[in-house]
């Protein structure tokens, strides 16, 4: 009779604990999830204060370039109000976002920026909508551009990740802070794909690897 109370209790005691921790893992990604629409509202706002001074720089500067700089971003906000409340995007699609954010910001910066986007014969997959934008627009934020040092930044596939990458010349009086557009692609990706992105500093150089998500998400 003990025996068997044993194995009882056993039983019980194992369906509660995983009871509870089926509970706390629910908990723990509805935290991440709340904490993602947090960060969701303060990159939108972001990403139009970085655009706003783009356009800044050449109102009065070249009137006729900043009329083509408001077209693309027309486009480019077409876009974000499209494909704010999807959880993924096919690549070809954030591939040409990502073309019309860098031809912007070229209208700036001239060929000081040098892009290449390369995935191969890899194109049927998905990604975060605005991620590689995303990360785009850090590396330009936090690197000297200039036609001494100009800005390197390759997009490829390989191990089943796509990587960005750019070469590392840090601004020197750019405050140390904490990068809302990169941890919001991260807990994104963890929700979704159970996989973590990794980033790397190394070599003179910076690189987020995204896993590559293979089926639309619902």
Known sequence: IVFIFTIITGIQFFRMWKEGLLRQESLQRKALELKL?????????????????????LVHKDPDMA????????????????????K?????????????????????????IRVQIDTGGKKDFYVVPLSVQMLVENAIKHNVISSDEPLF???YVKDNFLVVKNNLQAKLSLKKSVSIGLENIKIQYE??????VEVLKEGGEFTVKLPLITKPVV
């Open 37 to 57: 629409e947090a960060m969701k509202n303060q990159v939108n706002p972001h990403f139009l204060f970085n655009s706003l001074n783009t356009l800044s720089t």
């Open 67 to 86: 009329v083509n700089l408001i077209s693309q971003m027309s486009d480019i906000y077409r876009y974000v109000l499209e494909q704010k409340d999807n």
């Open 153 to 155: 930044i390759q997009i």
């Open 191 to 196: 929700i979704l794909d159970n996989r973590k």
């Open 88 to 112: 993924v995007v096919e690549w070809s699609v954030e591939k040409q976002f990502v073309e019309n954010y860098i031809s912007l910001q070229q209208i700036r910066f001239a060929n000081n």
